[in-house]
């Protein structure tokens, strides 16, 4: 079982930038490949990013590529999303999850363990 509790959220101008955290209650959390994944109000789930088991490769959905940043720190079961130039559109609860096969998958049916999400908002 692998719990993951998401940090992190909260209301930021548009421009301006959020760190959001991840951890997990895991021993073996660097066999897990890791997603963000975001919900805006009347939307569905979708994709943000994700990392592999050991960081070196990471997805990216395209609305915001060059803008965000997935990282992680196995020795610390943590793994990062660092949002920068943030939009209005970019308002919405984000959820990390845990997948534990290999590859880098955008669909949250992949995903085996997820957070409870943070609020993120973004004022214009």
């Known amino acids: 079982q692998v719990q993951l509790v998401e940090s992190g959220g909260g209301l930021v101008q548009a421009g301006g930038s959020l760190r959001l955290s991840c951890a997990a209650s895991?021993?073996?959390?660097?066999?897990?490949?890791m997603g963000w994944f975001r919900q805006a109000p009347g939307k569905e789930r979708e994709f943000v990013a994700a990392i592999s088991r050991d960081g070196s490769s990471t997805n990216y959905a395209d609305p915001v590529k060059g803008r965000f940043t997935v990282s992680r720190d196995n020795a610390k079961n943590t793994v990062y999303l660092q949002m920068n130039s943030l939009k209005s559109e970019d308002t919405a609860v984000y959820y990390c999850?845990?997948?534990?096969?290999?590859?880098?998958?955008?669909?949250?049916?992949?995903?085996?363990?997820w957070g409870q999400g943070t609020q993120v908002t973004v004022s214009s």
């Open positions: 895991v021993r073996t959390f660097s066999r897990y490949t």
């Open positions: 999850a845990a997948d534990s096969s290999y590859g880098l998958s955008y669909r949250a049916s992949t995903y085996n363990y």
